[in-house]
């Protein structure tokens, strides 16, 4: 079971992020994860060295990236705390309402300009071909279409008039 992006755009459409009439979801969630995630590692770890490389080799800041993408469960209004328990409470047990509210104002502040954003994964797609070796959050045959699947998307978006988006993972 994979996981499936979709771009969340400020004029209330929902795009697949799709390279080839496939959504390429779980490439990107792996990349991405592991890029927020190499912050906190230390800093001989394989990881980290490998997207400081990739910020070394970069004109632009690809940090954006791991700040605009959400999980489906943080798609609720703030009066709905009671519903989000129902439906994720297993998972989030001794999740408060007061951090709910602050999550889902996270959430909000994600909204980033798509002609901010898509330099940045013009960036990533020049950059993706120079890092070498395949990684458990890399690989070449499935991160760099899920790439270009992204940079579509978003071209897609700001055609139909999208100014803003942020990035849903399911």
């Known amino acids: ?13 929902m795009l697949s992020i799709d390279e080839k009439d496939i959504n390429v979801g779980t ?4 990349f ?3 890029y927020g995630s190499s912050f906190f590692c230390s800093e ?3 990881e980290r060295q490998w ?3 990739l910020e070394e080799q970069s004109r632009l800041n690809p940090r954006i990236l791991t700040e605009i993408y959400y999980g489906e469960e943080m798609r609720y209004s703030p009066d709905e ?7 994720w409470g297993r998972i989030y047990d001794n ?10 104002e996270d959430v909000e502040k994600m909204w980033t300009p798509i002609d901010e954003l898509l330099p940045v994964v013009e960036e990533i797609i020049r950059l993706l071909p120079q890092m070498g070796e395949d990684t458990h959050w890399y690989k070449a045959e499935d991160t760099q279409p899920a790439f270009h699947g992204l940079r579509d998307t978003l071209n897609q978006a700001r055609n139909k008039d999208g100014k803003k988006v942020r990035i849903l993972i399911r």
């Open 1 to 13: 079971m994979g996981f499936f992006a979709f771009l969340d755009v400020d004029n209330g459409e």
């Open 27 to 30: 490439p990107l969630t792996a």
């Open 32 to 34: 991405l994860e592991t």
């Open 95 to 104: 999740f408060g309402e007061a951090e709910f509210k602050k999550a889902l």
């Open 81 to 87: 705390y009671y519903r989000f328990l129902f439906e």
């Open 44 to 46: 001989d770890s394989i």
């Open 51 to 53: 997207f400081e490389r």
